[in-house]
C-alpha cells in the first residue's frame, strides 16, 4: 500500500521590519510566502544589497511570491505603545494581511508577535531565511521611497538621505528647527529637541 499523500501545504512565510531605530516615521513590516516553483535569485538581507539590486528584486518578489504583505506602525502608535510593541503590531498586520494563513511564521530578531499560526523567532533570519530575506527588502524598499518623499514635505532635515536615523545632519536640523508632525516624540533625542527649542 502506498502512503496517503499529504493535503495539506505547508506554507511559511518570513517576516522583517525596518525602521526601529529611526527618530521619524513609522515602522514598517512585511510578509512573504515564497512560490517554490517561482525561484527569486539573490535574497539576502535587504542592507547587504545595493539599492539598486533591491528595488529589482521588490518588483520580482511581488510579482513571483505566493503571497505578501507590507504593513505598518504609525507614529502615534510608537509613541503611545513603544517602538518594541508598535513593531509586534504592525508585524501582526502583515502576516494577517496575506490573506493566506500561513502554517510558520519565520520572524527575524529573537521575540515573536503573537499570530494566529504557529511563529519561530530566526536571529539574523533576513540572511539566512530566503522567505524573511524577502521580506526584509519589501519592508525597506517600502520604507526608503516614503521617506523620499517626506524629504519633499518637510525639507531641511536631509530625511531622503539619512532615512530618520540619528545622523549629525539629522540632529543638527532638529535642533535648529525642530520636530515635524513625523517625528517620533516618545524618543529622548526628538523629546530634548523639542524642550530645547520651547520658549522658557
Known sequence: ??????????MVCGVDEVGRGPLCGP???AAVI???ARPIEGLNDSKKL????REALFDEIREKALAWCIARAEVEEID???ILHATMLAMQRAVVGLGVKPDLALIDGNRCPTLPCRAEAVIKG???VPE????SILAKVARDREMLEMEEKYPGYGIGGHKGYPTKVHMEALKKLGATPIHRRSFKPVREAIESSSPS
Open 1 to 10: 500500500m502506498f502512503a496517503e499523500p499529504e493535503t495539506t501545504v505547508h
Open 27 to 29: 515602522v514598517v513590516t
Open 34 to 36: 515564497l512560490d517554490p
Open 50 to 53: 545595493s539599492g539598486k539590486k
Open 80 to 82: 503611545e505603545l513603544n
Open 126 to 128: 533576513d540572511g539566512k
Open 132 to 135: 524573511i530575506g524577502a521580506a
